[in-house]
Nanobody, 120 residues
Framework: QVQLVESGGGLVQAGGSLRLSCAAS????????MGWYRHTPGKQRELVAT???????NYADSVKGRFIASRDDTKNTVYLQMDSLKPEDTAVYYC??????????????WGQGTQVTVSE
């Protein structure tokens, strides 16, 4: 059983910052790629950022230059530093992780989601 536990969401004014964390726990060999997605009611879930096991990052155009994704493999944790937040960043943010086990293929797991609200 693998759990992803997120933290760090909240309410912030436009221009402010928040830092999200997502820690993976359970019996696995390692965590491969980790990522952040967001969902707003009425829209499809959107990729925000990904971090490979080698530390390479990829960002949605809408957050480039404002968000930074990073990871600490000693803690099996991925972070999302969000600066210069805009009201359109308001969404539920979900982390996911591609987890490798001793046996079988890697599987993808999702966190429970954390609300980020950016006011005008």
């Amino acid at each position: 059983q693998v759990q992803l536990v997120e933290s760090g969401g909240g309410l912030v004014q436009a221009g402010g910052s928040l830092r999200l964390s997502c820690a993976a726990s359970g019996n696995f060999v390692r965590v491969n790629a980790m990522g952040w997605y967001r969902h707003t009611p009425g829209k499809q879930r959107e990729l925000v950022a990904t971090v490979t096991s080698g530390g390479e990052t990829n960002y949605a155009d809408s957050v480039k230059g404002r968000f930074i994704a990073s990871r600490d493999d000693t803690k099996n944790t991925v972070y999302l530093q969000m600066d210069s937040l805009k009201p359109e960043d308001t969404a539920v943010y979900y982390c996911n992780a591609d987890v490798k086990f001793i046996f079988g293929s890697p599987r993808t797991y999702w966190g429970q989601g954390t609300q980020v609200t950016v006011s005008e």
